[in-house]
């Protein structure tokens, strides 16, 4: 597609649900990331794939935290046990080569209640 | 010390007014350098990036300094449409794909 396409755009979860974000990034792309943008902050590292391989997973704040990219194109980003601390903006990018800027999807936005 | 460092202002400027923004690193041996603006509930958008000799579009110039560590983002006669958060990111070593990103700073454009 044109631009990095995330599903849902928003999502409420119960406290203890299990949630599943997707990013479609643009075709080409190799190089796909996942960031987590709390209020008023800029986002937080995720996790990092090139092609379907995930290289740099160090972002993930707790094992509740999983992402996949079988195929190597899109990405699933698994949120196990929600808690209210996970509320915030999960933002994917995707990027043609490792040093070049990113380009964003809108995000989803996860509120846990 | 954060990674990546930035004022979060807010900075309210007049209209036609220049602005300063600054970035301060933590890594010397950081190699990519960015601007992205982010609107109010959007996705952050690459505004330029950053090269060693400076660089500018239209109103926007960008300034790296390697010494003292910093990135600064020069916007002259402001307009309204520049309110925006702007970002400053940094990738720590060439080649590498880990962005650090900064809180941002808030501009606000007044008339």
């Known amino acids: 597609g044109a631009g990095v396409s995330q599903s849902p755009r928003y999502k409420v979860a119960k406290r203890g649900q299990d949630v599943a974000l997707r990013c479609d990034p643009i075709?080409?792309?190799?190089?796909l990331f996942w960031y987590q943008q709390a209020l008023g902050q800029g986002p937080e590292f995720l996790t990092y794939?090139?092609?379907?391989?995930?290289?740099?997973k160090s972002g993930l704040p707790s094992d509740r935290f999983f992402a996949e990219r079988p195929e190597g194109s899109v990405s699933t980003l698994k949120i196990q046990r929600t808690q209210q601390e996970d509320s915030a903006v999960y933002l994917c990018?995707?990027?043609?080569?490792?040093?070049?800027?990113?380009?964003f999807g809108s995000g989803t936005r996860l509120t846990v209640v | 010390r954060k990674e990546v460092e930035q004022d979060p202002g807010p900075f309210n400027v007049p209209e036609g007014a220049t602005v300063a923004f600054n970035c301060t690193y933590s890594?010397?041996?950081?190699?990519?350098f960015f601007w992205y603006r982010q609107d109010c509930r959007k996705e952050p958008k690459l505004l330029m990036s950053?090269?060693?000799s400076g660089n500018e579009d239209g109103r926007f110039t960008a300034q790296l300094n390697r010494a003292s560590q910093y990135i600064s983002l020069l916007i002259r006669d402001s307009k309204l449409s520049d309110s925006a958060t702007y970002l400053c990111?940094?990738?720590?070593?060439?080649?590498?794909?880990?962005?650090?990103f900064g809180t941002g700073t808030r501009l606000k454009v007044l008339a």
């Open positions: 990018a995707s990027s043609l080569g490792t040093s070049s800027g990113y380009t």
């Open positions: 075709s080409g792309h190799v190089s």
């Open positions: 794939f090139q092609n379907e391989a995930q290289l740099d």
């Open positions: 890594n010397s041996a950081s190699q990519s």
């Open positions: 950053v090269y060693s």
């Open positions: 990111v940094v990738n720590m070593v060439r080649g590498t794909y880990k962005y650090i």
